[in-house]
């Protein structure tokens, strides 16, 4: 298997997507396509697998298989091109929201503090919005913002004055320019520190809450009553989401009621306690150490 991306979580996902031989299946994020693998080994000649994937960079291991799809989108357009394909609805979907190997391992990519690279940071390279840009152009106040509420940063007010402080001076530009004005601010352990900013500066250039949000309702829109949602998180903002969504059907986690006082409940939870990797996997893959999966049925 190609060593763009280890797929975390594999045989439970897999298991727990509970797959029809002839079934139609999404795969959100297709990587290295490991997820994709597995699932077209339990499809029968009349299944299908859908994979969608918004980096370029992924079409190199596209599967040749008559029973595969590869979408070169966004997921959060997910029933917009199904409908392209002609599909209105499908038996379950998988989502593995990590970023990948292969981006972390590309200096030039810029999503990772160990490499002297442009500030970069966008999955799609094609989109406007670099690092770079947001925090030439970002206020003091939305970088608060972006810091406390993707990266859960603990001086996010100090950080952001000190970013828009050093910009004014000289432009930041690349890993290592940001990495020198994070060193004058660390808070806590330095790679947790880096680790969050980066964090929360990639999930705004990518807009990844928006898009997950977005993914999630239009997923369900398409998934037929009795299908699988699996989808494994990696930080507790974006588990929160899938955990609100699939409890309560909204991304605020508060039941809903008709007007006879039934509680509306878009899924049934198959896993309510989430699942994480064994010793094993975490031992032999340290990105695994953070994963959390979740399951729901569509009602």
């Known amino acids: 298997m190609n060593e763009y991306h280890v797929s975390v979580l594999l045989k439970e996902s ?5 797959i029809l031989p002839g079934g139609k299946y999404v795969d959100l994020t297709f990587g290295a396509g490991g997820h994709s693998r597995s699932i077209l080994h339990n499809l029968s000649a009349k299944g299908h697998l859908y994979a969608f994937d918004q980096d370029a960079d992924a079409v190199v291991n596209a599967l040749v298989d008559e029973r595969f799809t590869l979408i070169e989108a966004n997921f959060r357009y997910l029933r917009r091109f199904l409908r392209l394909e002609g599909v209105k609805k499908v038996d ?5 929201l990590g970023v990948s190997s292969h981006q972390l391992d590309m200096p030039e990519r810029g999503f990772s503090y160990r490499f002297d690279a442009p500030l970069d940071m966008r999955m799609n390279t094609q989109a406007d919005l670099t690092a770079a840009v947001l925090l030439q152009s970002y206020s003091e106040e939305k970088l608060v913002y972006v810091l406390s509420s993707y990266g859960e940063v603990r001086n996010a007010k100090t950080l952001a004055k000190a970013l828009v402080n050093a910009g004014k001076v000289a432009e930041i530009r690349t890993t290592f320019d940001l990495n020198r004005v994070l060193d004058q601010h660390v808070l806590g352990p330095r790679l947790k520190y880096f680790s969050q900013v980066y964090q929360a500066l990639r999930m705004e250039v990518n807009d990844e809450i ?9 997923g369900y829109e398409v998934l037929k009553p009795g299908g699988r949602f699996v989808v494994i998180t990696f930080h507790s903002i974006e588990d929160r989401v899938v955990k609100n969504f699939f409890k309560t059907g909204n991304f605020d986690g508060e039941m809903e009621k008709d007007e006879f006082g039934n ?5 049934v939870l198959i896993n309510k306690k989430v699942i994480m990797a064994e010793n094993k996997e975490q031992r032999e893959n340290a990105r695994s150490r953070s994963a ?6 569509k009602v």
């Open 292 to 297: 959390k999966l979740r399951i729901a049925e």
């Open 263 to 267: 509680i509306s409940r878009p899924f």
């Open 210 to 218: 928006g898009a997950l949000k977005d993914m999630l309702t239009e």
């Open 92 to 96: 379950g979907i998988l989502a593995d």
């Open 14 to 18: 897999i298991e727990n997507l509970n």
